[in-house]
């Protein structure tokens, strides 16, 4: 069956529909259509952004310049308004979901210049396409997902032949490129090898350091490290509002009061202490970050507090304005604001609506930060916090909207590094500890299962730390639970030959033609 681009939802013939792609309720029509029809979906061929005006948008060219300015006419638009590229992907998998008929299919996701692989073009607005495409089957069970990223040509039959030798191959790896006729394929490697020897910190003292989503777990937990260690001048910022501060006292009084109120009958000192902490943590976040920002003050660091939203662009303007009053100049941006939606955990009930939700603080928020404030300040690090969700679908089961999301910021900090920003990198947290947004996912299971292990704060600061001094665009912060860590069992990938070596991820997709080479290496954990 072909289904193709139109106004409206049509059946023209035995074997063709038309429908329209930005009508979520077509896509439920279509597989309502086949089944009724006595027909079972057996496998889908995605075409959608392999069409020659999805070979990168004016990036088939090499020039930086222009491949520049043409991702940044792109990615200004990128709004909860617009239509990203995954937005026709998800409605096909959404309605595939609500349909029960995903078991046994075999899906094969195909798109132009979405990959980074060596210096080649990218189209990075189509990374939350792949994000989301990975993520398929931890959702959809017993769902078979590969995708196949090409070059654009005008030979069809040329490109027909590739995709055919794809799905016609035994090949276990999710994710396979073409570029100049040589397929490359994921890999991982331990990174701390790059290190060079006796590397120096990658913090200024006394340096500003501007920390999205400041007061949640992690941002909190780079804070105190910076504030402690390196006296530095932080700007946190959080969609929380927070009262005028000469009001500050008035308001714990009266939270505090209320809290008393509350655990009157239970007034030991432990039940207080028990309240108070997850009061702060959940019922009363303006009581916690108000305690927050003054436990960070209380060693004499300065700390301002301003909150927004940094997916919308006034927000992030008022951020560049402050510090630049204030400051004068900015030396680091660590982006660490994200967003799960713990209400819709299956992909069948999970809307558009909620899906941009998502996406915003680490898609538009990534770009607005950058287009906003590291233009202007040039910080010597421009940090991305992404997440090993992104990398495997059994990682991310509830979370593909922020696999997504977490992708785009990977293919983002490869593209500004090929652009000659030095300091971008994006990092992909595991378990820290009971912080982050995996905490409050129920994929911790898989993770041990994988062979990890939860990280202590303090070993994740230091690993963190010693990251910023690696020359990768994007690296994955681990701990092994053994010394037999397989890092092909990361990324869902089977290890086909025991002796296979691993190549840094950050440098795109491995040359498949390296495998026969590698076999003298070692496999070794990140």
Not at 4 to 19: P, Y
Request: aromatic share 6%; charged share 25%.
């Amino acid at each position: 069956f072909t289904v193709r681009s139109a106004s409206a939802f049509r059946q023209r013939d035995d074997h063709t529909f038309t429908l329209n792609p930005a009508q979520a309720d077509h896509y439920t029509q279509l597989f309502d259509g086949l089944a009724q029809a006595g027909h079972t979906v057996a496998g889908i061929v995605h075409l959608t952004n392999a069409g020659q005006g999805s070979r990168g948008e004016g990036q088939e060219t090499r020039d930086k310049g222009q491949q520049r300015k043409a991702l940044d006419s792109r990615l200004s638009t990128l709004d909860s308004s617009d239509s990203p590229p995954s937005d026709r992907l998800f409605h096909l998998a959404n309605a595939l979901a609500r349909s029960g008929r995903a078991a046994g299919c075999e899906f094969l996701l195909v798109t132009t210049a979405a990959q980074p692989v060596g210096t080649g073009p990218l189209a990075v607005e189509k990374a939350t396409l792949l994000g989301l495409g990975l993520a398929l089957p931890g959702d959809l069970k017993g769902l078979r997902y590969r995708a196949v990223d090409l070059e654009w040509s005008d030979d069809a039959a040329a490109m027909a032949e590739l995709l055919w030798r794809e799905l016609t191959s035994e090949d276990l790896e999710a994710e396979i490129a073409y570029r100049g006729g040589v397929r490359y394929g994921r890999a991982l490697e331990r990174a701390d090898r790059h290190i060079e020897p006796g590397h120096s910190t990658p913090w200024r003292t006394g340096g500003v350091y501007l920390i999205t989503g400041g007061c949640g777990g992690i941002g909190l937990a780079l804070a105190r490290h910076l504030a402690e260690r390196y006296q530095a001048q932080l700007v946190l910022t959080g969609r929380t509002a927070l009262p005028e501060e000469a009001a500050w006292d008035a308001y714990l009084k009266r939270h505090d009061s209320l809290a008393n109120d509350t655990i009157r009958e239970n007034a030991t000192q432990e039940a207080r202490d028990d309240y108070y902490s997850k009061s702060h943590a959940s019922s009363d976040p303006v009581a916690a970050r108000i305690r927050a920002v003054r436990e960070l003050r209380a060693p004499g660091a300065r700390v301002d507090y301003l909150a927004g939203d940094v997916a919308l662009v006034a927000h992030v303007r008022r951020l560049a304005g402050h510090i630049e009053a204030t400051h004068g100049r900015l030396d680091g941006i660590l982006h660490a604001a994200g967003v799960i939606d713990l209400k819709n955990l299956a992909l069948r009930t999970k809307t558009l609506e909620s899906f941009h939700h998502v996406l915003a603080p680490k898609v538009r928020g990534s770009w607005l930060l950058w287009e906003e404030l590291a233009k202007k300040f040039s910080p010597a690090h421009f940090v991305l916090f992404s997440s090993i969700g992104s990398l495997a679908a059994d990682l991310s089961a509830g979370q593909s909207d922020y696999a997504a999301a977490s992708r785009f910021q990977r293919h983002f900090a490869w593209y500004l590094r090929q652009q000659g920003v030095t300091g971008a990198r994006a990092v992909l947290l595991s378990e820290w500890g009971k912080l982050g947004m995996l905490a409050a996912t129920e994929v911790g299971p898989v993770v041990r299962r994988k062979g990890l292990a939860p990280m202590s704060e303090a070993t994740a600061l230091a690993a963190f730390e010693t990251a910023l001094a690696m020359p990768s665009d994007h690296l994955v912060l681990i701990q092994p639970s053994s010394a037999a860590f397989d890092p092909a069992a990361l990324i869902g990938q089977e290890s086909r030959d025991e002796g296979r070596g691993t190549r840094d991820e950050s440098q795109g997709t491995r040359d498949k033609s390296q495998e026969t080479r590698d076999k003298s290496q070692k496999h070794e954990a990140l």
